[in-house]
């Protein structure tokens, strides 16, 4: 079992930068793939960025290519989320989740075992 806790959403002005936190509990954290996914009014929820249980391979979707990071720390339990140029599309609740499963790395929502309660990223134009 895994609890996810993200912060560091907020407000920020287009162009800004933002950078997400999610920590974990639980023992077998460095062992899941892990991925931050975004939900804006109306949409469906997407993964925006994905990391593999060892950090060797990652995944963006082409929206924030170039100016999103993601990075996993396995000793502090945390996964992180850097966001440049962020742009007011980027508007939405971000969360973080969790993949038990070994492997490639996955993107679909349902793929995922454990989500965070997500924290609200707005981007002012």
């Known amino acids: 079992q895994v609890q996810l806790l993200e912060s560091g959403g907020g407000l920020v002005q287009a162009g800004g930068s933002l950078r997400l936190s999610c920590a974990a509990s639980?023992?077998?954290?460095?062992?899941?793939?892990m991925g931050w996914f975004r939900q804006a009014p109306g949409k469906e929820r997407e993964c925006v960025a994905a990391?593999?249980?060892?950090?060797?391979?990652?995944y963006y979707a082409d929206s924030v290519k170039g100016r999103f990071t993601i990075s996993r720390d396995n000793a502090k339990k945390t996964v992180y989320l850097q966001m440049n140029s962020l742009k007011p599309e980027d508007t939405a609740v971000y969360y973080c989740?969790?993949?038990?499963?070994?492997?490639?790395?996955?993107?679909?929502?349902?793929?995922?075992?454990?989500w965070g309660q997500g924290t609200q990223v707005t981007v002012s134009s």
């Open positions: 989740a969790a993949d038990r499963r070994r492997g490639e790395i996955r993107v679909g929502r349902y793929d995922y075992d454990y």
């Open positions: 990391i593999s249980w060892n950090g060797g391979s990652t």
């Open positions: 639980g023992r077998t954290f460095s062992s899941y793939a």
